[in-house]
Nanobody, 117 residues
Framework: VQLQASGGGLVQPGGSVRLSCTAS????????IGWVRQVPGKQREAISC?????NNISTMKGRFTISRDNAKNAVYLQMNSLKLEDTGVYFC??????????????WGQGTQVTVSS
């Protein structure tokens, strides 16, 4: 299964963007899927995850919302009230289990989100 993140771009502070994670060769609904970001100069940071049973874990409660659409074989990250420090590359990831893992073992190609005025 290959994961692919998309939907990034240039956003103004306070703006919103929705990222999408899609897969080739597999069904995302069978797995817990997470979003991880790489901010320049920092280690990758897990920010949100949704399990197969739709339990979700987020370190950005109130601003970021993760969801899935099994009919479209996609997982989304709705990002609101964006801040300059949210700039980075966003990846979707999984260990292909059903619950949100402590560590991810599989990463898709990331998508760049740049928050700038």
């Amino acid at each position: 299964v290959q994961l692919q993140a998309s939907g990034g771009g240039l956003v103004q502070p306070g703006g919103s963007v929705r990222l999408s994670c899609t897969a080739s060769g597999g069904t995302l609904g069978h797995y817990a899927i997470g979003w991880v970001r790489q901010v320049p100069g920092k280690q990758r940071e897990a920010i949100s995850c949704i399990s197969v049973s739709d339990n979700n874990i987020s370190t950005m409660k109130g601003r970021f919302t993760i969801s899935r659409d099994n009919a479209k074989n996609a997982v989304y990250l709705q990002m609101n009230s964006l801040k300059l420090e949210d700039t980075g590359v966003y990846f979707c990831a999984s260990d292909f289990g059903t619950d949100c893992p402590m560590r991810y073992t599989n990463w898709g190609q990331g998508t760049q989100v740049t928050v700038s005025s």
